[in-house]
């Protein structure tokens, strides 16, 4: 593990706890809250002017630093708004990708310009998928190229604030809040007070107390995945079952991997556990000396390993997509609240 690994390790395993660290980083956060909270006052008082698009904006985001889930989360809501009758895009910052000017994300899109996650979300949601790390301008850029959207997803961004929002979605996973503290003593961006719309907690128990540290009435989601395909012919599909008893080896590049790892152990799996850092370019083979039948990969790494001619065609690899279940009650009240948004 690279040492900027083992203080992103450190930090994590810090931040879910009042311990020694995070009390001698107290100090810090709360000059961090000082600036953050200045910020958003100065945008909500005009100061720092915000950008408005002429179709509903919807943001998915997160306090807790790292991922929660937003994908999943943001191509369900795009399914669920054209299901409804909207036509919807997404924008994004396309972390990962190069590049800061607004362009279009295609299906045969190179990771290395537009990011992993918007590429996965262009190929799993149908939708127009614009990248740019101004908001404002991807969304004009959007319109521009698809007049027929009328209600843009953003992918994160919930704190670019340059960007104006009509409706606000915070997510939560299983390690709520932490130990409740802002940067760099814990792992909040954000107080959880902040206002929002809707919350959800991606975990697979909504028990109480975690309600209670997160705010609102969250809604629960589940991420569902009972299938593998393979990265070099997807349409070879076996149930996860099928491994059982196999060397298996399960690698994970997203902002936590034990939230997949604990997908597969809850299938019956036994493996040895990889985990990377998020988004992480596999341009240096990390299977190259694993000893394993097979290697169960997220959706996330498989867009940027079938782009590798050193990993494609790798057998061993084979892709668990996974499938976000929501009460469809959220759906309902985002699609109300866009309907009563008049366009500008």
């Known amino acids: 593990m690279s040492k900027n690994n083992s203080l992103e390790a450190r930090l994590t395993r810090a931040w879910?706890?009042?311990?020694?660290?995070?009390?001698?980083?107290?100090?810090?956060?709360?000059?961090?809250?000082?600036?953050?909270?200045?910020?958003?006052?100065?945008?909500?008082?005009?100061?720092?002017?915000?950008?408005?698009?002429?179709?509903?904006?919807?943001?998915?985001?997160?306090?807790?630093?790292?991922?929660?889930?937003?994908?999943?989360?943001?191509?369900?809501?795009?399914r669920a708004l054209r299901e409804a009758g909207f036509r919807p895009g997404v924008i994004s910052r396309g972390h990962g990708g190069e590049g800061d000017a607004p362009r279009a994300v295609t299906l045969q899109s190179d990771t290395r310009d537009v990011g992993d996650e918007p590429l996965l979300i262009a190929r799993r949601a149908g939708v127009p998928v614009v990248v740019g790390r101004k908001r404002v301008e991807a969304g004009r850029a959007l319109l521009a190229a698809h007049p027929e959207v009328n209600v843009i997803l953003t992918d994160d961004g919930l704190q670019h604030y340059a960007l104006a929002r009509d409706i606000e979605i915070v997510l939560f996973d299983g390690r709520g809040v932490g130990n409740g503290w802002l940067l760099p003593a814990g792992p909040l961006r954000e107080p959880p007070s902040r206002r929002r719309d809707f919350t959800v907690i991606n975990a697979p128990e909504l028990t109480p107390g975690l309600a209670r540290a997160v705010g609102g009435k969250p809604f629960r989601m589940e991420l569902v995945g009972e299938v593998a395909e393979r990265l070099m012919d997807p349409g070879q599909r076996q149930p996860l079952s099928a491994f059982a008893g196999q060397r298996v080896l399960a690698a994970a590049g997203i902002g936590n991997p034990g939230r997949f790892f604990a997908l597969l152990q809850g299938a019956g799996l036994a493996f040895a556990e990889l985990p990377l850092p998020d988004h992480y370019d596999f341009r240096d083979n990390p299977f190259a000396s694993v000893d394993a039948d097979v290697i169960l990969i997220t959706e996330k790494d498989a867009v940027k390993c079938g782009q590798l001619e050193n990993l494609k065609g790798d057998p061993?690899?084979?892709?668990?997509?996974?499938?976000?279940?929501?009460?469809?009650?959220?759906?309902?009240?985002?699609?109300?609240?866009?309907?009563?948004?008049?366009?500008?």
Not at 16 to 35: D, E, H, T, V
């Open 316 to 344: 061993r690899l084979w892709v668990v997509p996974v499938t976000a279940r929501i009460d469809a009650a959220l759906a309902e009240q985002i699609v109300e609240k866009c309907r009563g948004r008049s366009p500008a």
């Open 16 to 78: 879910l706890r009042r311990g020694p660290l995070a009390c001698a980083l107290w100090p810090l956060s709360l000059l961090f809250r000082a600036l953050a909270a200045l910020r958003a006052v100065l945008y909500r008082a005009g100061v720092l002017k915000a950008g408005r698009l002429p179709v509903p904006v919807i943001v998915v985001g997160n306090i807790f630093i790292g991922g929660t889930g937003k994908t999943p989360l943001t191509i369900w809501l795009a």
